[in-house]
């Protein structure tokens, strides 16, 4: 029998709440479990318009609010090819923010509405599971104070949050609450049993389209 597809696991959730750290380690896990897996992130830096988008990040450059929501769309959209050719082959991606992120951050900005913010990212492959790693305001600052990137404050990331919110009420999307408030171990451990139940799931059924 065919082994099927890879599954597309999402890891979101607000700033320092460990998905860089947890997306690593699954990728990690899943691979010495005999698994194929990569790992993916968004923004994806390296290419011409990751190169873009780390300068606004980093301040260097300032950039229109719609023309630079659309570049974070954009540099989704130049992946999607290798995306769905890795999970037809079998490659689980565990993916480090996706469109939930650009939708959040740009509709926690003035006069941006969610479905505005939606329309770019509508028919990206649709992931099978999105993992919110959830953090307390108070239990992310001791991980560190904010750092000099954009966005990086408090009253921005609370709207950022509310955002977030209102996309988790979308019943036709899997996605699963974590408390990021547990040990790198434990988290890590309950997001891997999750993972690979879904993998186990989707492996026989078609990628949907996000947002379609
Ligand atoms: N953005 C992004 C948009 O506006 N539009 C978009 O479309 C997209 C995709 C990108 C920025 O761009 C915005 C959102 C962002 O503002 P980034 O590069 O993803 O930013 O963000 P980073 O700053 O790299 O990452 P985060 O701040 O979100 O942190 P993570 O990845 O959630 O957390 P992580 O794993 O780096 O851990 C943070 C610290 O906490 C420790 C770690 O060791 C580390 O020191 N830690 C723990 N400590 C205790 N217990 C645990 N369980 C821990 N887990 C991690
Ligand atoms: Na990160």
């Not at 690593?24 to 896990?29: D, I, K």
């Not at 769905?84 to 740009?106: C, M, N, P, W």
């Not at 434990?186 to 389209?209: C, F, N, S, W, Y």
Request: net charge neutral; aromatic share 8%.
């Amino acid at each position: 029998m065919a082994a099927g597809r890879g599954a597309l696991i999402v890891l979101e959730g607000m700033d320092r709440a460990g998905k860089s750290t947890q997306s690593r380690r699954l990728v990690q896990a899943l691979q010495a479990a005999g698994h194929r897996a990569d790992l993916l992130r968004f923004p994806e830096r390296t290419t011409e318009i990751g190169q873009l988008i780390s300068a606004y990040l980093a301040r260097e450059r300032e950039l229109e609010d719609h023309a630079v929501h659309l570049l974070f769309s954009a540099n989704r959209w130049e992946h999607v090819t290798s995306m769905k050719e890795k999970l037809h082959q079998g490659i689980t991606l565990v993916v480090d923010r996706y469109a939930f992120s650009g939708v959040a951050f740009t509709s926690a900005k003035e006069n941006f509405c969610l479905e505005w913010c939606k329309q770019p990212d509508a028919g990206l492959p649709k992931p099978d599971l999105i993992l919110f790693l959830q953090l307390s305001p108070e239990e992310a600052a001791a991980r560190g104070n904010f750092g000099r990137e954009r966005y990086e404050n408090g009253p921005f990331q609370n709207k950022v949050l509310q955002s977030f919110h209102h996309l988790m009420k979308e019943k036709t999307l899997n996605w699963k609450t974590m408390d990021a408030s547990k040990s790198i171990e434990d988290l890590h451990r309950e997001i891997k049993t999750v993972a690979e139940k879904t993998m186990q799931e989707v492996k026989d059924k078609p990628l949907g389209e996000l947002w379609k």
